[in-house]
């Protein structure tokens, strides 16, 4: 069965850097979307991206953020320049275009900036 | 704005014992329902879903009906294993907020089951 995959699994990092999270959507589906749980916290929308462009941002999603489908099949979220805040676990996931409803998450990234 | 709320855990239960987990939701349109399933160290799983008032959504022995008289979407489960102990969240998926239709998720609810 096809399934979102994200690498890495854990990203270490110090704050001020920047850093790449990567994605690989399943393949026949054309929405793309991160989401972060802070730990212990809910799950949060961040983003949402169809047709190489974004659909929908959160506030979350500031000047800090961006993403990118470089190619056909990978699909990034990038902080420029991190924050202690920034501490979390970042899911990505994918959708079909109409035939479903039902997002399918990847196994997350789990980001640490110290 | 759309948002979930979800009873507070942790949740213990003996094994074999039913399982409520309580869900209501307040969006501006029909929005479809979902639970995901969070076992520990991995991401979240689909467990079931509904997309319209009335309709049932069932997997793994888990059921949960969509109430739109009350606004309510509460995860069953008639005997659970020590195996079901993970985080379950509560989500929905609004299309009046757009063809993306990011989901709104609830705060969580941790179920520990024990032999």
């Known amino acids: 069965e096809p399934e979102v995959t994200q690498t890495p699994s854990h990203q270490v990092t110090q704050m001020g850097q920047e850093v790449i999270l990567r994605c690989v959507p399943i393949s026949n589906h054309l929405y793309f979307y991160w989401y972060r749980q802070i730990l212990g916290q809910k799950v949060e929308f961040l983003v949402s991206?169809?047709?190489?462009?974004?659909?929908?941002k959160s506030e979350i999603f500031d000047d800090q953020f961006s993403v990118e489908r470089p190619d056909g099949s990978n699909f990034t979220l990038k902080i420029r320049s991190t924050k202690l805040e920034d501490s979390a676990m970042y899911f990505c996931?994918?959708?079909?275009?109409?035939?479903?409803?039902?997002?399918?998450f990847g196994p997350g990234t789990r980001l640490t900036v110290l | 704005g759309d948002s979930v709320t979800q009873m507070e855990g942790p949740v213990t239960l003996s094994e074999e014992a039913f399982l409520t987990i309580n869900c209501t939701y307040t969006?501006?349109?029909?929005?479809?329902l979902f639970w995901y399933v969070q076992y520990p160290g991995e991401g979240l799983q689909l467990l079931l879903k509904a997309t319209k008032a009335d309709d049932k959504g069932s997997n793994k022995g888990f059921e949960a009906t969509y109430r739109k008289e009350t606004t309510s979407f509460h995860l069953e489960k008639g005997s659970v294993q020590v195996s079901d102990s993970a985080v379950y969240f509560c989500a929905l998926s609004d299309p009046n907020t757009g063809t993306a239709s990011k989901l709104t998720f609830g705060t969580g609810t941790r179920l520990q089951v024990t032999l």
């Open positions: 996931a994918s959708r079909n275009l109409v035939t479903t409803d039902t997002q399918y």
């Open positions: 991206f169809y047709n190489n462009e974004i659909s929908e």
């Open positions: 969006a501006t349109g029909y929005p479809s």
